[in-house]
């Protein structure tokens, strides 16, 4: 049972584009949310995460927008960088528990 | 300091072998986990641990999978009689606390290769 659905598999923009990647959840029980950010070779790596509690979150160029009704939440990259290029995981936990769902993956591709 | 190391970084090895791949956890970080990596599955939650003990492991696909924790430290994920649907990167993580609200810091993982 996929619990987060994670879209699009994959996304090219220009350099100073917005990116955007969508995910959407099953379980009410999740609380958290968090967004990672993984490179070739390397683990993921927690980039911004968010409460239900909260419509939206923004930590420089990144942005979490959350929508607890639709039970979605998106991340969106200001000005895109060919630095960005990586893998992007949305994923979902309960605060309560131990173990994150993750979502199937976006890659992203910023083309300079 | 000393992220989440993970060895061996590379692992090939053939059908019906046994393997062990080994993490060493950010000292202090009482709680560890292990997931596993691969094409058309994503990232799966393999097994928990707190301390010494592994209070979830409902995600260990079979019985040819184990894992053991001990000095409440270092981690030791064993595959027994591997097929080549193990081929994977598995990945070690590690937090400060049992619960969802602590960050969990990944290694680099192990990449095997069952052939």
């Known amino acids: 049972q996929q619990q987060v659905k994670q879209s699009p598999q994959s996304l090219i923009v220009q350099k100073g584009g917005i990116s955007i990647i969508n995910c959407a959840y099953e379980?009410?029980?999740?609380?958290?949310f968090p967004w990672y950010q993984q490179f070739p070779g390397k683990g993921p790596a927690l980039l911004i995460a968010?409460?239900?509690?909260?419509s939206e979150k923004k930590e420089g160029r990144f942005t979490i927008s959350f929508n607890k009704s639709a039970k979605q939440f998106s991340l969106h990259i200001m000005d895109s960088q060919p630095g960005d290029s990586a893998t992007y995981f949305c994923?979902?936990?309960?605060?309560?528990?131990?173990?994150?769902?993750f979502g199937e993956g976006t890659q992203l591709t910023v083309n300079p | 300091g000393a992220g989440v190391s993970q060895s061996p970084s590379n692992k090939v090895t053939e059908k019906g072998k046994d393997v062990e791949l080994r993490c060493d956890p950010i000292?202090?970080?009482?709680?560890l986990y292990w997931y596993r990596q691969s094409l058309g599955q994503g990232l799966e939650f393999l097994i928990y641990?707190?301390?010494?003990?592994?209070?979830?492991k409902s995600g260990l696909p079979s019985d040819r999978f184990s894992a053991e924790r001990t000095g409440g430290s270092v981690s030791t994920l064993t595959i027994q009689r591997t097929q080549q649907e193990d081929s994977a990167v598995y990945l070690c993580?590690?937090?400060?606390?049992?619960?969802?609200?602590?960050?969990?810091?990944f290694g680099p993982g192990t990449r095997l290769t069952v052939t």
């Open positions: 968010i409460r239900p509690d909260v």
């Open positions: 993580a590690s937090s400060l606390g049992p619960t969802g609200t602590h960050e969990q810091y």
């Open positions: 994923a979902a936990i309960e605060t309560s528990g131990s173990r994150l769902t």
């Open positions: 000292s202090g970080h009482t709680a």
């Open positions: 641990f707190q301390g010494n003990s592994a209070p979830d």
């Open positions: 379980n009410t029980a999740f609380d958290y």
